[in-house]
């Protein structure tokens, strides 16, 4: 059963999936925090930095985001908090916000509706990528799926300044992955499990990319025809949400199996019923 103290949620706030299932508050802020925990788990953390954020239906531009000054291990549904388009908390909780840290999300959030959650990384793999003019190659499996999706913006320093969103913006376009160069990259999808399966392709690429720079000889170079075709193969399976779900709730049984319960009270099977 769902601990009694994040049932205060309720299950006004509700948005029906593809497929007819239908999210509520509660179930949302579980699943954000899984995806919390998931990152933490395969070390794409940076100490209480960066943020993953997610709309809540129903409501005026509101995010579910991590307090800032915890460790995503940390991280639970109950204290996830609630945040405008600015960073700001909407309503009382015991945890500060982060509205300097919220800048990237806040802006894309408010024009890309498509994107309800948007993830932030700077792992070593992929900050690797982002320093390189070339950026992401498109030549090993991951890569290839990435072909076409990605954009890149322009470093301006840590990114904290109203002023940068148009660019930001212009920069991103329609794509779904945004290198910040000198930085890292920015992804998002219409749901979490979408989002962690870019996520999970861009930091594979990074990667391999990085693994592949450190071998002596040439790398075996792929047309555009058969990139175009990876790339569409993986959007399509990307659009699937049932297929992305299979993915994110089976990397989050391996986690619990290898950490237990990832917070107290969590019995592993609450999302899931």
């Known amino acids: 059963m769902l601990n009694t103290s994040i049932k205060k949620f309720g299950s006004h706030h509700s948005v029906k999936q593809p497929g007819g299932s ?6 949302l802020r579980i699943q954000l925090a899984e995806f919390y925990h998931l990152v933490a788990y395969l070390g794409w953390t940076e100490a209480i930095f960066n943020h993953i954020s997610l709309r809540l239906p129903g409501t005026d531009n509101h995010y579910l985001v991590n307090p800032f000054g915890l460790h995503y291990e940390e991280v639970t549904p109950e204290n ?84 940068e969103k148009p660019r930001i913006l212009k920069s991103l376009g329609d794509k779904n ?13 219409r749901d979490v499990p979408r989002t962690f399966w870019t996520l999970f392709t861009a ?15 040439r790398n075996s170079i792929l047309s555009d025809q058969v990139r175009q075709r990876c790339s569409k193969v993986a959007d399509d399976l990307a659009a699937n949400a ?6 994110f709730d089976g990397m989050v049984r391996k986690m619990r199996r290898h950490t237990g319960p990832l917070w107290p009270g969590d019995n592993g099977i609450d999302r899931l019923h």
Do not use: W
Not at 206 to 212: K, L, M, R, S, T
């Open 22 to 27: 239908v999210e509520t508050e509660v179930s």
């Open 80 to 163: 996830l908090v609630t945040v405008d388009l600015a960073g700001n908390l909407v309503g009382p909780s015991q945890y500060p916000a982060n509205p300097a840290g919220f800048a990237l999300h806040g802006a894309i959030h408010e024009v890309r509706h498509d994107m309800h959650c948007i993830a932030h990384t700077h792992t070593t793999a992929v900050s690797a990528i982002a320093l390189k003019q070339d950026g992401f190659q498109h030549d090993d499996f991951y890569g290839a799926q990435l072909f076409e999706q990605v954009a890149y913006h322009d470093f301006e320093g840590v990114t904290l300044f109203a002023d």
């Open 177 to 189: 992955v945004l290198v910040m160069r000198n930085h890292g990259i920015a992804v998002g999808g």
């Open 203 to 217: 930091q594979r690429a990074a990667e391999i990319q990085c693994q592949a720079g450190m071998l002596p000889g």
């Open 242 to 247: 049932s297929f992305a779900q299979k993915m």
